[in-house]
């Protein structure tokens, strides 16, 4: 099989990596993906976007690389697109309108619950299978032959988990991957860490940073202890400071108790306010809010992002009620969903 894939961000080669696990061995990708996966059409490092603003500039350059992935299209079997909806919900109209009878399947879907409700009518009309990673989804579709809850997959990710509370003394440190997270919550964490006794500070750096870029984005990271990863370090921790996204999901459902810190553009704040319509930002918060719950941990946005708010939460957590939330947490999604989706493709 011939499977056209369009993976445009690091979290959904972490995804497809682990899918690959349960795809036959002689299935070919071709289109956009991480190099260790196999020979990618596109090279990834060109296509990262920051923001809103970010993406506008970079309009011309994706209008015509969506054009390119179409034209792939027509020597794949199936069609594997993966998060990324600014370019894959054009690409997949672009591909049913040439290509009528090809199965496009579409992993880690838009979050139309949370804004541009739109796109499921968008999904349900362009896409033939719909591979849902939240339990709540479902409920915004009404094509329920088309969309599947297939688990979630840092559950596959994932292989240690907590069963009682870390006395380490090690405190994670996690600002993100991009560079304007980087450098607006580092000044705050070499406060945290100055005031913080008897604790080993870890700061996780993506593994693909050079050391140039990380010099000149970091700025003095001396006192911290460096990690590659991530899981291994929160499963280590007692406590962590992460920016928002993936990384406090992880921290969730690991069992380390964490606080959510985001400083955003203002810009794109403003603009992701305006249109985004949910009391929370953190996904283990949302999936509590609709579970009926209270929130999971703290979340500091722009300018509530200080060493007071951060060390009081610190000091402050029940961690023993977390410990049992995250258990909590792991029911509610199940299982992982690599080997479901595997072979919803196979099918």
């Known amino acids: 099989m011939k499977l056209l894939v369009c993976a445009m961000e690091s979290s959904a080669n972490i995804h497809l990596k682990e899918l690959l696990k349960y795809l036959p061995k002689d299935i070919e990708l071709i289109g956009i993906f991480d190099k260790n996966l196999g020979t990618p059409t596109y090279d990834l490092t060109s296509l990262a976007v920051m923001g809103f603003t970010d993406a506008i500039k970079k309009l011309p350059f994706f209008l015509k690389l969506n054009k390119q992935m179409a034209e792939l299209a027509k020597n794949a079997d199936k069609i594997l697109l993966m998060d990324a909806s600014g370019f894959n919900l054009p690409l997949a109209k672009k591909i049913k309108a040439q290509y009528p009878q090809k199965e496009i399947i579409y992993y880690i879907l838009p979050q139309a619950w949370a804004w541009k409700k739109k796109r499921v009518q968008k999904l349900e009309t362009y896409c033939d299978t719909l591979c849902s990673i939240l339990p709540f989804e479902q409920e915004m579709y009404s094509k329920k032959e088309k969309i599947h809850y297939v688990g979630h997959p ?67 990271i001396s006192n911290f202890t460096i990690s590659n990863s991530a899981h291994q370090s929160l499963i280590e921790a007692e406590f962590a400071f992460i920016c928002s996204g993936t990384a406090t999901l992880e921290a969730a459902l690991i069992g380390t108790p964490f606080c959510l810190n985001y400083i955003a553009k203002k810009v794109d704040y403003y603009i992701g306010r305006k249109f985004v319509k949910l009391p929370y930002i953190g996904l283990a918060n949302i999936f509590f809010d609709k579970m009926g719950l209270p929130p999971l941990h703290k979340e500091f946005l722009q300018e509530a992002v200080t060493l007071e708010n951060l060390m009081q939460e610190y000091h402050a957590i029940n961690k023993e009620q977390f410990l049992e939330n995250a258990k909590l947490l792991r029911s509610y999604l199940k299982h992982g969903s690599s080997k479901r989706v595997a072979e919803l493709i196979e099918k």
Do not use: C, W
């Open 154 to 220: 840092l559950l596959d990710e994932i292989t240690t988990f907590k069963e009682k509370l870390s006395h380490s003394n090690k405190i994670v440190f996690m600002p993100g991957s991009r560079k304007t997270e980087i450098t607006n919550l580092m000044p705050i964490y070499r406060k945290i860490i100055a005031k913080l006794e008897n604790k080993e500070p870890i700061l996780v750096i993506p593994s693909h940073f050079d050391a140039h870029y990380i010099k000149k984005t970091y700025g003095d």
